[in-house]
């Protein structure tokens, strides 16, 4: 696997997102099934895995931990905080809850710790700028993490370049993590740039566009009572046979290349930048390995403009978020 820098590590191209193995879209894999998934990962030179408190409440920590935690000198470890699930009626039942409180963050910590059973998170995420809390508090608590040596580099997910900068003045920030894929390019804004200047690292989530991109995803009808697509614009039946237009050019042009339209799109990353890392997730072994085999994917500048066309934030039907998950974001925004 071709090696792309990370903050101060140095890991793999492509790494795994560790959110599908118990959360978001299908249900959650076994212990048995996770640990077939996260050995094969490791098989294929996958040495970057993002976890957080915030999939499964806690449960994929738990897995990478329990199955992970012996390789730990292996790989880098990116987990996030200030979203998790709390107790809020004290009946056991757990509701998501963006809080960016100092005594949260360092709460949250503490039990990543235990679940993800290591001394120290190598890069750990502010998952959401809490809007009721200072950018600079939030970062002030996880820089106090660093001193005490419990998570290595901080990371911010979903914020602007402004709420980047800021957050720059009270601790050198090591990456930021947002979506980024063809469907969507609101890091183009102006996020990218500022990365870039400022030396951070970019990781893009959601870089097979949540399966569009993949080609394989044609009936959203289909789609699980609780997968959270159902809740996403771009996904409902009208936008969605829209959008799959889209893709009879952009599968001909893998065709075209020999590779399969996953890689495409994780190519396509790959070429806007060497500071980009993109991070699908997959709950299968073969996918795993097929998007891990895009990681020296090379496009001419030619190439990149053409796929620049043929699907673009113009193009695509939908937000990409619904209203409440959009207020929840600080990215600066095309509409
Ligand atoms: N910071 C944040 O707020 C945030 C938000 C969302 C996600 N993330 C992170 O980003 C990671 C990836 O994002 P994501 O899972 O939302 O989107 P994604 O990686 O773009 O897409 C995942 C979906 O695509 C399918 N897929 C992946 N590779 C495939 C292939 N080669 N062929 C066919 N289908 C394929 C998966 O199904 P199969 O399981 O069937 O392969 C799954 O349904 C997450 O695991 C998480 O770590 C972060």
Redesign the pocket.
Known sequence: MQQRQLGPFKVGAIG?????ICH???NALSEHQAERLLLGALDLGVTHF???AL?GFGASERMVGNILSKYRSQFTLAS?CGMQGVDKKGDGVLVRVIDGKAQTIKKTCEDALKRLKTDVIDLY?L??WDKEVPIEDSVGALSDLVREGKIQTIGL??VSSLTLRKACAVHPVAAV???Y?LWTRNPEIELLSVCKELGVSFVA???????F??G??NDVSNLGEKDIRRSMPRFSTENYKKNIELLSEYKNFATSRGI?P?QVALGWLLNKGENILP??????LE??R??CAAHSVQFTAQEMAELDILINHQNVSGHRYNEQSRSEVDTEDFV
């Not at 795994?16 to 599908?20: D, E, F, I, K």
């Not at 991070?279 to 299968?284: A, L």
């Open positions: 795994l997102g560790c959110m599908n978001a879209y299908a993002d976890t957080a999939y996030k995420y998952h959401r997910s979903e993590q947002t979506e894929s989530f959601s870089p097979v566009a949540r399966g991109l993949t394989a995803l399969t996953a991070i699908p997730g997959t709950q299968s996918h795993l097929e998007n």
